[in-house]
T-cell receptor, first 112, second 112 residues
């Protein structure tokens, strides 16, 4: 089955700096890659996603890049703010298996 | 409804009792997922439904766990003879066939 590895497990950055979270996956049939943000005590929220026919997608301060050959994708947050502090999960979706597999999460702390 | 709803929001039970958790997905969403999240941990996949059928039950931890979905809508997750290690937040999510699922608020289960 699909295996998704996520790094780092924790990340601390100063306000205004950039943050990058990386995920690798094993199943070459994976074709959809969402990212979720989970604030303390709340449910995961979809923040951005990318499909396998696209290499990069940007939404304001958030961007996701995908390298299908290397089977990895990354979340980039620029100009970080304290409200970006949360746990971020990557995920992969394999259409044939119809299963969403999550990474282990990255705890991002943005300090003043 | 506007979002995924789950009930109850909190459930405290005694070891050995059975519990039933309910999920109402977003209307029209054909895919439904159950995940489990222990405190400070990641998202553990339990089961996935496409319509009323469950093509992937691989995540159910033991035969004490079962789930069903009726009418392509409401789903119930049943845990029989609960154990303390079953304590966690149980999250339900729904999506259109190939999209990032929307999560419900979760049911916090505490087994005493």
């Amino acid at each position: 089955g699909e295996n998704v590895e996520q790094h780092p497990s924790t990340l601390s950055v100063q306000e205004g700096d950039s943050a990058v979270i990386k995920c690798t996956y094993s199943d070459s049939a994976s074709n959809y890659f969402p990212w979720y943000k989970q604030e303390l005590g709340k449910r995961p929220q979809l923040i951005i996603d990318i499909r396998s026919n696209v290499g990069e997608k940007k939404d304001q301060r958030i961007a996701v890049t995908l390298n299908k050959t290397a089977k990895h994708f990354s979340l980039h947050i620029t100009e970080t703010q304290p409200e970006d502090s949360a746990v971020y999960f990557c995920a992969t979706y394999t259409g044939t298996a119809s299963k969403l597999t999550f990474g282990t999460g990255t705890r991002l702390q943005v300090t003043l | 409804g506007a979002g995924v709803s789950q009930s109850p929001s909190n459930k405290v039970t005694e070891k050995g009792k059975d519990v039933e958790l309910r999920c109402d997905p977003i209307s029209g969403h054909t895919a439904l997922y159950w995940y489990r999240q222990s405190l400070g941990q990641g998202l553990e996949f339990l089961i996935y439904f496409q319509g009323n059928s469950a093509p992937d039950k691989s995540g159910l931890p033991s035969d004490r766990f079962s789930a069903e979905r009726t009418g392509g809508s409401v789903s119930t997750l049943t845990i029989q003879r609960t154990q303390q290690e079953d304590s966690a937040v149980y999250l339900c999510a729904s999506s259109l066939r190939a999209g990032g699922p929307t999560f419900g608020p979760g049911t916090r289960l505490t087994v005493l």
